[in-house]
């Protein structure tokens, strides 16, 4: 009996000690698992802030794998188009161009607040020069994808809604951008030019509408070509705003690759052009909705183009809408000049150029219902087919003109739908199989990542509220200068009748040149039709 009295509180002091050690392992764990939770949403807290306030890495430093090799960028690992980008604590706004906003998809911000600035040792550098009328709706897209395609530098030389202050304030904010206005200095300065003393331009003097804006954008080109040579640029091409470059065969889906990798014998490489193939009369934003394209003939085996030939016009004058000789890029050189709107030449020598066998020019001609009257409202000319002969060079434009000046809206929707829209399911399905259309995603897709992200409506909203006073004057003056057809003309005869009373004066002094000759400038050409192949 001692004994047992003697190990009973033995017993219950064990059996306390127990239950004491399983109470505090139990209020241990019910607190880890409360603070882990709190910990991580902390954490995730603290990160989020950071990545707002602009301190988290860009991710082009962070996971950079894209850069062409040989390109002289440290580690060859930037994403083409991406370097240095700057990241902007500002806040966004909805912007006045609804089609430039973000859309209300669920997006990553990977292009916000990007700038897509560029470093000095970037190679090649590559410019694009155009002459455009057009609002921001139609050249941020189209700027921006080249800058993603690799593109450094833009010479824009803008009149109408391009040069209006609303658009040109946005335009001047953006780096690598130069504006150059449709004034009367210009105007008196190319007037000077040595092109008006040569024949290979000579055939598209004094004419008007299509002619007119070919030697314009000649003209436009020479300038380009000066100021391209200024900046350092190594390549330099000539874009229309409805044109997009699409770098296929390249090793990455990069211009910059693409021209990288060209021998350096080679003075020019010639995209021969795919032109857009809508499937409804209703197209708003054609880089966005517009994904079917009709291939060139020089990317075509020749039985197949000329088998499908019939088939493929659809009763049109020719296979393609519009030209069917593509664009090309030149390197900036000694005694480079323009050789019309679609190639480039040397007045020291024939140029060596290539024809790339995969890459091309995306054009997206006659893709919404309101280029038929946009066109017709820039030309003066009677519709007549006489008299649209003297105003456009193609056919279709001259058929599309006549009908936009004489039909009523219901006759021009028919119209448009029977010779431009594919409705047609078989047949579009029988011309996929054959590639003769195809399918490219790549521009819709890079465009509207760049859209949804936010880069179009930054641009706008974080430009400056005013232009300064010079900028201002210019773009009011180029916007006035172009306003209507009438205008237009009357700068155009302004030109001419300089032109003409310089050259009287050089005569008088006795400094009148020799007319030199050199190749004629190449015009808008269609494709080969069937009578070729015989």
């Known amino acids: 009996m001692?004994?047992?009295?003697?190990?009973a509180p033995?017993?219950?002091?064990?059996?306390?000690?127990?239950?004491i050690s399983t109470q505090s392992f139990t209020s241990r764990l019910i607190l880890l698992l409360t603070l882990l939770p709190l910990s991580l949403a902390a954490l995730a807290f603290i990160l989020q802030w950071k990545g707002n306030s602009g301190f988290?890495?860009?991710?082009?430093?962070?996971?950079s794998r894209w850069a062409p090799q040989g390109s002289h960028i440290k580690n060859h690992e930037i994403f083409p188009g991406m370097e240095l980008s700057v990241l902007s604590p500002k806040a966004h706004k909805s912007s006045d161009c609804s089609r430039l906003g973000r859309s209300g998809a669920p997006s990553f911000p990977y292009f916000r607040d990007w700038k897509f600035d560029f470093q000095a040792n970037l190679r090649p550098k590559i410019c694009i020069t155009t002459s455009t009328s057009a609002g921001l709706d139609q050249i941020l897209p189209w700027m921006f994808y080249h800058k993603v395609m690799g593109v450094t530098t833009f010479f824009l030389f803008v009149e109408g809604n391009a040069a209006s202050p609303n658009t040109s304030?946005?335009?001047?904010?953006?780096?690598?951008?130069?504006?150059?206005?449709?004034?009367?200095?210009?105007?008196?300065?190319?007037?000077?030019?040595?092109?008006w003393n040569e024949t290979w331009l000579s055939n598209f003097f004094y004419k008007p509408c299509n002619y007119e804006l070919f030697v314009k954008q000649s003209l436009n080109m020479e300038m380009a070509i000066v100021m391209a040579r200024d900046a350092g640029m190594d390549w330099i091409l000539h874009l229309d705003t409805d044109e997009l470059i699409h770098p296929a065969g390249a090793r990455e889906y990069?211009?910059?690759?693409?021209?990288?990798?060209?021998?350096?014998?080679?003075?020019?490489?010639?995209?021969?052009?795919?032109?857009?193939?809508?499937?409804?009369?209703?197209?708003?934003?054609?880089?966005?909705?517009?994904?079917?394209?009709?291939?060139?003939?020089?990317?075509?085996?020749?039985?197949?183009?000329?088998?499908?030939?019939k088939e493929s016009t659809r009763g049109n004058p020719n296979y393609f809408l519009t030209y069917g000789n593509g664009k090309s890029a030149a390197r900036v050189q000694d005694?480079?000049?323009?050789?019309?709107?679609?190639?480039?030449?040397?007045?020291?020598?024939?140029?060596?150029?290539?024809?790339?066998?995969?890459?091309?020019?995306?054009?997206?001609?006659?893709?919404?219902?309101?280029?038929?009257?946009?066109?017709?409202?820039?030309?003066?000319?009677?519709?007549?087919?006489?008299?649209?002969?003297?105003?456009?060079?193609?056919?279709?434009?001259?058929?599309?003109?006549?009908?936009?000046?004489?039909?009523?809206?219901?006759?021009?929707?028919?119209?448009?739908?029977?010779?431009?829209?594919?409705?047609?399911?078989?047949l579009k399905l029988k011309l996929l199989r054959k590639s003769i259309l195809t399918r490219i995603y790549s521009p819709m897709a890079i465009i509207q990542g760049l859209r949804e992200s936010g880069v179009f409506s930054s641009v706008i909203q974080s430009a400056p509220t005013t232009l300064s006073r010079d900028k201002f004057l210019a773009s009011v003056d180029s916007s006035n200068s172009s306003r209507t057809v009438a205008s237009e003309s009357m700068q155009s005869r302004k030109t001419i009748k300089s032109r003409e009373s310089q050259a009287t004066a050089r005569k008088v002094l006795g400094l009148e040149t020799t007319t030199v000759y050199h190749e004629a400038a190449v015009p808008p050409l269609s494709p080969p039709g069937l009578l070729v192949e015989a």
């Open 254 to 309: 990069s211009l910059r690759q693409l021209l990288l990798d060209v021998p350096g014998n080679v003075d020019m490489v010639v995209f021969p052009n795919y032109e857009s193939s809508i499937e409804r009369d209703d197209i708003e934003d054609p880089f966005g909705e517009v994904s079917m394209f009709k291939k060139n003939y020089d990317h075509l085996p020749k039985d197949t183009y000329f088998g499908m030939y």
């Open 56 to 63: 988290m890495m860009d991710p082009t430093t962070a996971n």
């Open 2 to 7: 001692p004994s047992h009295h003697l190990h």
């Open 10 to 19: 033995l017993r219950s002091s064990t059996a306390t000690s127990t239950t």
């Open 169 to 195: 304030k946005v335009l001047e904010s953006i780096p690598g951008v130069k504006l150059i206005y449709r004034t009367t200095e210009l105007e008196e300065q190319q007037a000077k030019s040595r092109i």
């Open 335 to 426: 005694h480079l000049r323009p050789n019309g709107a679609h190639r480039w030449h040397n007045y020291m020598k024939t140029p060596n150029e290539v024809k790339l066998e995969e890459a091309a020019v995306l054009h997206y001609t006659y893709s919404k219902f309101s280029d038929l009257t946009s066109r017709r409202d820039r030309c003066g000319c009677k519709p007549t087919k006489e008299d649209v002969k003297r105003c456009f060079m193609l056919d279709f434009d001259r058929s599309a003109f006549i009908i936009a000046s004489t039909a009523t809206e219901e006759e021009m929707r028919n119209w448009y739908r029977e010779h431009v829209v594919w409705g047609d399911k078989d």
